[in-house]
T-cell receptor, first 115, second 110 residues
């Protein structure tokens, strides 16, 4: 079974503080993604990576940095957290070369509240 | 935006009824994913349909894809309480990225 683990599961941060969200996958997938979900809405892509030591901007990268130190690990960094970044963040992995058409396997999410 | 009609909506039906959720999009794609998200969890793929398939079935699920009208649908036959969830369509585009629609919140009443 595919496994994507996120930590922490929830976090309260102060405005202007630094926040790091971590993601670990044991799927041996090349692609990893960070999405955010706001209440009652779909998921929006923040950053993604298709190889270790390289990251790409998604659709809403402003205010976020990403780091992919290894194939298994992908972090999302908020250098200066703002109220507007309160959301649930999901990490996902995929094997884009597989038969399942770039199916994403998601973690359970991190609920971030910025106060 | 890659989306045409906004497909954020809430549907509530009785157990045993059939339901269809629709997804319209503007960007070119050859694959449409349908994901299900249970409360407090990440989305999970339930069915994937490619442009050469037009229709695909998996148990009580049926997905259709019409590339000429750029639309896809997901139908659930004889809905059960455990089908209560949010359902998203998602499109492959541009270097393996996946973009999600707004979702449909489906509630099944016993």
């Amino acid at each position: 079974e595919a496994a994507v683990t996120q930590s922490p599961r929830s976090k309260v941060a102060v405005t202007g503080g630094k926040v790091t969200l971590s993601c670990h996958q044991t799927n041996n997938h090349d692609y990893m993604y960070w999405y955010r979900q706001d209440t009652g809405h779909g998921l929006r892509l923040i950053h993604y990576s298709y190889v270790a030591d390289s990251t790409e901007k998604g659709d809403i990268p402003d205010g976020y940095k990403a780091s992919r130190p290894s194939q298994e690990n992908f972090s999302l960094i908020l250098e200066l957290a703002s109220l507007s970044q309160t959301a649930v963040y999901f990490c996902a992995s995929s094997d884009s070369a597989g038969r399942k058409g770039n199916t994403l396997y998601f973690g359970a999410g991190t609920r971030l509240s910025v106060l | 935006s890659q989306w045409g009609e906004e497909n954020l909506q809430a549907l509530s039906i009785q157990e045993g009824e059939d339901v269809t959720m629709n997804c319209s999009y503007k960007t070119y794609t050859t694959v449409v994913h349908w994901y299900r998200q249970d409360s407090g969890r990440g989305p999970a793929l339930i069915i994937l349909i490619r442009s050469n398939e037009r229709e695909k079935r998996s148990g009580r699920l049926r997905a259709t894809l019409d590339t000429s009208s750029q639309s896809s649908s997901l139908s659930i036959t004889a809905a059960q309480c455990e089908d209560t969830a949010v359902y998203f369509c998602a499109l492959n585009y541009n270097q393996g990225k996946l973009i999600f629609g707004q979702g449909t919140k489906l509630s099944i009443k016993p």
